[in-house]
């Protein structure tokens, strides 16, 4: 039977240790009798007891609060550990850094982030003061910290961090500092001309800002290029994306076109197929496309694939090769994200103009993702004759040319930073009736409430209030498009604290 706090409940408050847990024991007591609820004991699920957590509905009444005594200050510890650079500007959403401790209050108390000692340099770090909230217990503080760029922190390169909380009481200041509590860890910024090939998989950036040329993959390159932007994600007019196949040899992580077969005096050898998952089989055929348009990942099934080569002919005329499949890439900015020219097409079978000619590679596959604004021209994912797939998720306005052919997936649009209430308002925003799912991750990311799936209203947002309840503390909130599981590589993460008040 769930109990609801009255006004007439009395609120024990306590500093004792041992008055405390008296009061604790005795109102489990009352749950477990008048609530009608039984216990069954086994020692592995008995948890650590943690006074300050939330309680569920069941054992409401079993909440301590303590008065906090600020000339009692104490810290313990800091979640997370890690600033990344870029964080909260550029339109992306600031850090959070929760310092947890006891006699921990709101009034008069400041946070302070400093180098460490021994470190040679000064971090560009911006605590939000006028942001901090405590909970009800003086045993957690949350703030919003920015990280602005450093051109002058080179990716990999880290800073050793104190965290400090001052009290400024009427018989003073009282000040604690946890040592080395937090790392900043820099990263490269991609300015100017577009690099000569970026390698296949994640390259993570503090700022992304081509202003020339064309960005292309590394030679070889066999799995998805990922270009993320901690902050903002721009490629201008005068510069270009292009993962396009180039005769048999695909773009990155496409399927390769199939090799013509020889030819022969008599009879030509048989094309070969080409590779990927909806691959052309037989002599000259094209390649498919088999994977789903949310794009649940950006491993198989959506990849594109190569077409068949063709069968050589008499008289020594070999077939032509299939076209190789379009490339996969994706770009996401945590902030705004503006591209004007990307192609990933498949290319065209090849013809000797005497054999038989090679089957064409299908289009490739586009993700672009941004936590900000997303503006985007031409998207050109076509294939020999399949195209491609493109998918943008964005939680800001969204402007893209032919737009309503290709798929919206969902993004956070809304999100408290810091909150008291357990189960939050939330807005989303993504294609019209379009189904989406959520879940949550505690922070020490041992416990996981959901997923829990809804559907995005006509008119293209969803508000809703979350089905689970966060956890005490720092929270990891999860996005992903319906079918997705929880370990997609296209799923979208961010950080919400939870402060729990009676």
Do not use: W
Not at 138 to 166: M, N, Q, W
Not at 302 to 310: K, T
């Amino acid at each position: 039977m769930k109990r609801r706090r009255t006004e007439s409940r009395v609120e024990t408050r306590v500093r004792g240790y041992n008055r405390r847990m008296r009061h604790a024991l005795a109102n489990v007591f009352l749950v477990s009798t008048l609530g009608g609820c039984s216990l069954v004991y086994n020692p592995s699920n008995i948890p650590t007891p943690d006074p300050d957590a939330r309680p569920s509905d069941a054992m409401a009444d079993a909440e301590v609060i303590v008065d906090a005594d600020p000339t009692m200050l104490t810290l313990e510890a800091v979640s997370p550990t890690i600033l990344v650079e870029g964080q909260g500007v550029g339109g992306s959403r600031p850090a959070l850094v929760v310092v947890h401790g006891h006699h921990i209050v709101q009034e008069n108390t400041t946070v302070t982030i400093t180098a460490a000692a021994g470190e040679k340099r000064t971090p560009m770090v911006m605590v939000d003061n006028e942001a901090l909230q405590t909970d009800g217990n003086g045993r957690r503080l949350a703030i919003p910290v920015t990280v602005p760029v450093d051109e002058t922190l080179g990716a990999g390169e880290t800073i050793s961090l104190d965290v400090t909380v001052t009290h400024e009481g009427s018989l003073g200041p009282v000040t604690q500092t946890l040592p080395g509590a937090l790392m900043l860890r820099g990263l490269a910024e991609l300015d100017g001309d577009a690099p000569a090939g970026l390698p296949a998989g994640v390259s993570e950036f503090s700022r992304v800002n081509i202003t020339g040329g064309t960005l292309v993959a590394a030679a070889g390159a066999a799995a998805p290029v990922r270009i993320r932007s901690t902050s903002s994600l721009t490629i201008a007019t005068e510069s270009s994306v292009n993962v396009s196949a180039a005769g048999p040899t695909p773009g990155p992580g496409g399927g390769r076109g199939g090799n013509g077969g020889a030819g022969g005096l008599l009879d030509g050898d048989p094309g070969k197929a080409g590779e990927g998952p909806a691959a052309g089989q037989t002599s000259g055929a094209n390649a498919g496309y088999v994977g789903n348009s949310q794009l649940t990942t950006l491993d198989n099934p959506n990849r594109s694939s190569g077409g068949a080569g063709g069968n050589g002919a008499i008289l020594g005329a070999r077939g032509g090769n299939g076209g190789g499949g379009g490339g996969s890439i994706e770009l996401t900015a945590a902030g705004d994200l503006s591209i004007v020219n990307l192609a990933a097409r498949g290319a065209a079978g090849e013809s000797s103009g005497v054999a038989n000619p090679g089957g064409g590679g299908s289009g490739g596959i586009v993700l672009l993702r941004a936590g900000g604004t997303l503006t985007a021209g031409t998207i050109d994912v076509g294939g020999q004759p399949i195209a491609g797939r493109v998918r943008f998720d964005a939680g800001g306005a969204a402007t893209l040319q032919n737009q309503e052919a290709h798929y919206r997936g969902p993004m956070f649009a809304s999100v408290p930073l810091i909150t008291t209430q357990a189960r939050p308002q939330i807005t989303v925003t993504g294609g019209a009736l379009t189904g989406f799912r959520y879940y949550i991750v505690s922070e020490d990311g041992a416990d996981v409430r959901g997923p829990f799936d809804d559907t995005v209203a006509n008119n293209g947002m969803k508000t809703l209030t979350l089905a689970g309840e966060l956890f005490p503390g720092l929270n990891e909130l999860c996005l992903l498009v319906e079918g997705a599981t929880a370990t997609s590589d296209t799923r979208t993460c961010i950080h919400v604290v939870h402060l729990y008040r009676p």
